[in-house]
Nanobody, 121 residues
Framework: QIQLVESGGGLVQAGDSLSLSCEVS????????MGWFRQAPGKEREFLAA???????YYSDSVKHRFTISRPHAKDTMYLQMNNLKPEDSAVYYC???????????????WGHGTHVTVSP
């Protein structure tokens, strides 16, 4: 059974950086895509970034140039480096995995439980 576990959330100040991790465990294969999403209170889930098995990346306009998604080779861990954080970035951040059809911002098959990020002014 595949499981996704996010970590790295916390409370930071505006302008700070934060790095989130998503560890994939279980029976995994290299040919899948992964993505980061977030959901703020009272708002719909928002796609942020995705990375495919060939390291292609795709970003939403809202985080492009501030966030970087990565997945080191041969490691079942994905990262989201977030720079110049703003109060509006406060949300629960989720990682997701899909076998390809969801690329880049469709309906992913598997989800983690999320990690909270709070950015104070």
């Amino acid at each position: 059974q595949i499981q996704l576990v996010e970590s790295g959330g916390g409370l930071v100040q505006a302008g700070d950086s934060l790095s989130l991790s998503c560890e994939v465990s279980g029976r995994t294969f290299s040919a899948y895509v992964m993505g980061w999403f977030r959901q703020a209170p009272g708002k719909e889930r928002e796609f942020l970034a995705a990375i495919s098995w060939d390291d292609s990346t795709y970003y939403s306009d809202s985080v492009k140039h501030r966030f970087t998604i990565s997945r080191p080779h041969a490691k079942d861990t994905m990262y989201l480096q977030m720079n110049n954080l703003k109060p509006e970035d406060s949300a629960v951040y989720y990682c997701a995995l899909d076998w390809g059809a969801a690329w880049p911002n469709g309906e992913y098959d598997m989800w983690g439980h999320g990690t909270h990020v709070t950015v104070s002014p």
